[in-house]
């Protein structure tokens, strides 16, 4: 991974972070844009958690937040914003019921294709 383009000397520990998060993913060489656009989600994924958690904090009437508020709106943060792809043996299906009907036949002409000169302005 690159350092920070501007001050290579001065790596901001988050960044390092998440390098090292990615490197241990076995991503070994990336934009260091990436390495931003990861922060920031990060950021603002945890902003929002924090935010939920206070919600559900107040609405118990409680003074500060605990685990269990955490852990609820993490919660609600994965079953609201994050979604699974579906079953490899779902998309074979589709992927069969799709190919079951050729694909229609090329037409003999080819290039741009006008309507019916009755249809167009210079008609």
């Not at 990436?34 to 989600?41: A, D, K, M, P």
């Not at 958690?49 to 994965?78: P, T």
């Amino acid at each position: 991974m690159e350092e920070t383009p501007n001050r290579p000397n001065e790596t901001p520990r988050d960044y390092k972070i998440m390098a090292l998060l990615l490197q241990s993913h076995g991503i070994e060489d990336c934009d260091p844009s990436v390495i931003n656009q990861l922060l920031e989600f990060s950021h603002r994924y945890t902003v929002d958690v924090l935010q939920d958690a206070l919600v559900y904090a107040e609405h118990a009437k409680k003074s500060d937040i605990d685990l269990e508020d955490v852990r609820l709106a993490i919660q609600g943060r994965v079953n609201y914003s994050f979604t699974s792809p579906p079953e490899k043996e779902f998309l074979l299906e589709l992927a069969e019921e799709r190919n079951k009907h050729p694909l229609p036949l090329i037409p003999e002409k080819y290039g741009v294709r006008l309507p019916p000169e009755k249809y167009t302005l210079t008609g």
